[in-house]
């Protein structure tokens, strides 16, 4: 793999991060990044292929029109050509003979080379802090499952409180028939004992 300089911009991303973003496989990303090497810049840290933020981009695009059956030599010269719609705009006024304002020209700063273990300290941050978002969305997927869990639980027990009710209800019905059929017999032992149904 050829190994270009670039200078590194705040956010850099793995080969495996670049997977992440566009949901495809590290293989996929991997046979993209080893084929189209010319248009896809890299730093090495060590063993590992870093990309500036912007190269995201041109991987989406690589994928896109990959998935589309468009061949490599295409692909390629639509990566390097692509212009932007001022740019175009700027071009077509020229050919009519518009003058074209120029723009002004801004000097940007050189960055300041880090040294390989700032580079790494760097990486081992970002990776830290995937990992922390990707248990976020897990803890957050799990509180999700344990909110519908406790609802069930509640209408679970909101269905035995009524059936407790009603049987509650049943028991009352039958204490009351008993006391009844006692006040019923009483009645008949008071009337057998005062000689009613004496002959």
Not at 178 to 195: M, V
Request: glycine share 4%; hydrophobic share 40%; net charge negative.
């Amino acid at each position: 793999m050829k190994n270009v300089e670039i200078s590194m911009a705040d956010t850099t991303r793995k080969l495996a991060d670049v997977a992440d973003v566009l949901g495809i496989s590290e293989d996929e990303c991997r046979r993209i990044a080893d084929e189209y090497e010319t248009v896809l810049p890299c730093k090495k840290i060590g063993k590992v292929r870093v990309y500036d933020e912007n190269m995201v981009d041109r991987f989406r695009k690589i994928a896109d029109l990959r998935a589309q059956g468009l061949p490599q030599d295409v692909i390629i010269e639509a990566i390097k050509g692509g212009k932007s719609l001022e740019e175009r705009a700027r071009e077509d006024m020229r050919r009519m003979g518009v003058e074209v304002p120029k723009e002004p020209q801004m000097q940007v700063p050189k960055p300041v080379p880090r040294t390989e273990t700032e580079e790494e300290l760097i990486l081992a941050v970002r990776s830290a802090e995937a990992a922390v978002q990707t248990m976020d969305h897990r803890m957050a997927a799990m509180r999700e499952r344990l909110a519908e869990d406790n609802a069930a639980v509640l209408d679970a027990v909101a269905e035995v409180a009524k059936e407790v009710a009603a049987l509650r209800s049943e028991v009352h019905t039958l204490w009351d028939q008993i006391a009844s059929l006692e006040q019923y017999f009483r009645n008949q032992d008071a009337q057998k004992k005062s000689g009613f149904w004496k002959r």
